[in-house]
């Protein structure tokens, strides 16, 4: 569980001003808000990139403020996250960038990672190197080497906004499976609504730094998302 109150976080004129937030176990959360409200500063906050100015944040019950060099370490490490800007390292391969979260943590073998990449429909891409790929693939890598150590939470910042309507779908069809395995916690920052509708389950709605609404999401179809070809397009055609 990550425990927010009263966080403040300032950018000269930008303000994320007194946000309290109990973010349960399991849930998937969407975000959504006009552009510069303070999406990316929040997953940011919560991925432990961006020190807050003000408050408290408890992730696990370990006090953020204080955290030795090890706890941050250990917290980072149950945190996957995908950037709006992909981060992925551009003087290693796609494999090499999929390993990466999996070599922090000691582990040497490589099957996970070829998974994920076969998993994201980029296998046979192993020794490509980002500088070689579409905005869509690298965000397909970002996705695999988020996800590849199986973390606790998972932080999306438009993971799909550089997607065809095909690629998003399977991202969302990858993370509803994910999600359905072992119930990690999605942030899922988006300002596609049809989106937020149907993956998530409770969405905060960010207004120039500030939650102005918690919304607990209704008709949530993300039964659909898992189910096979068929059966969604039997879904879709008759309810
Ligand atoms: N590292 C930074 N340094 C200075 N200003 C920043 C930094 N990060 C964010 N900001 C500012 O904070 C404000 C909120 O930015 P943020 O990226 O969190 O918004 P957002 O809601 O994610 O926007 P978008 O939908 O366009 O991605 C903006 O005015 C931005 O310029």
Request: glycine share 6%; net charge neutral; charged share 25%.
């Amino acid at each position: 569980m990550i425990q927010l109150k009263k966080v403040r976080k300032s950018y000269g004129d930008f303000h994320l001003r007194d946000i309290t937030l109990t973010i349960n176990e399991g849930v998937i959360y969407g975000i959504v808000g006009e552009s510069g409200s303070g999406k990316s500063t929040l997953l940011s906050i919560l991925n432990l990139t961006t020190p807050i100015d003000e408050g408290e944040l408890v992730i696990d019950g370990v006090h953020c403020e204080t955290l030795t060099n090890s706890q941050q370490r250990a917290l980072k490490q149950e945190m996957g996250m995908i950037f709006q800007e992909y981060h992925l390292l551009n003087n290693l391969t796609v494999l090499e960038n999929v390993r990466l979260p999996l070599k922090l943590k000691g582990i040497k073998d490589v099957t996970k990672a070829i998974y994920w990449l076969e998993k994201v429909g980029l296998s046979g891409y192993d020794t490509t190197y980002p500088s070689q790929l579409s905005g869509g693939q690298k965000q397909r890598v970002a996705l695999a080497r988020a996800l590849v150590t199986k973390p606790k939470y998972i932080l999306l910042d438009e993971a799909t906004s550089a997607l065809d309507e095909y690629n998003a779908q399977l991202i969302l069809q990858v993370l509803s499976e994910v999600h359905a395995e072992y119930q990690p916690t999605i942030m899922f920052v988006s300002h596609d609504l049809d989106k937020i509708k149907i993956f998530c389950q409770e969405c905060l709605i960010l207004d120039k730094g500030s939650i102005s609404h918690i919304v607990t999401v209704t008709h949530n179809r993300k039964d659909e998302l898992l189910a096979s070809y068929p059966e969604k397009a039997f879904r879709r055609l008759t309810t």
